[in-house]
């Protein structure tokens, strides 16, 4: 059958449209091809971003109870060091921000305001709050959180 084949039977616009059809059909196929590899990427994405909760859950888990009347400095800066860590590493999107905003929130805002209390920390010759504000990140995102916070309870019309 196909030793029969005659191009002189197909006519040139029928040709065109076959051509046009094949080149329509390879388009979509590329398309198809990068909404997956787009879709896989941004999960691969999301799911080394939710793997790096772990160790900074170990970080916020080990943070002790912050008495800003009988500060300790070593606490202290722990603190202000894993509370810039964090807020870092959402800032950085090196985290899915959901997942620390659901995980962390609470403590997050009460380390950062135990902190910003205390009148004075040894040997440092300053107080929490100009502690923080050499961790900007930190200040950002505890401001961030803070602004949450008091929206939350907003009435919405």
Not at 91 to 99: A, L, N, S, W, Y
Not at 106 to 125: M, R, T, V, W
């Amino acid at each position: 059958m196909i030793a029969n084949f005659q191009p002189s039977l197909w006519s040139k616009p029928v040709l065109e449209i076959i051509s046009a059809i094949g080149s329509l059909l390879a388009g979509s196929a590329t398309c198809a091809g990068l909404w997956v590899a787009y879709t896989v990427h941004k999960n691969q994405k999301l799911l080394a971003q939710r793997q790096l909760i772990i160790p900074l859950w170990d970080y916020m888990s080990s943070l002790r109870k912050f008495d800003p009347l009988l500060p300790i400095t070593g606490d202290a800066i722990k603190i202000v060091n894993t509370l810039e860590l964090v807020a870092i590493c959402c800032e950085g999107e090196m985290i899915d921000e959901k997942v620390i905003l659901r995980t962390f929130t609470d403590q997050f805002i009460n380390h950062y305001e135990s902190i910003k209390s205390c009148p004075a920390i040894p040997g440092l010759n300053i107080n929490g709050e100009k502690l923080l504000l050499e961790n900007l990140s930190a200040v950002q995102f505890y401001r961030k959180l803070d602004n949450i916070r008091v929206n939350a309870r907003r009435l919405t019309p």
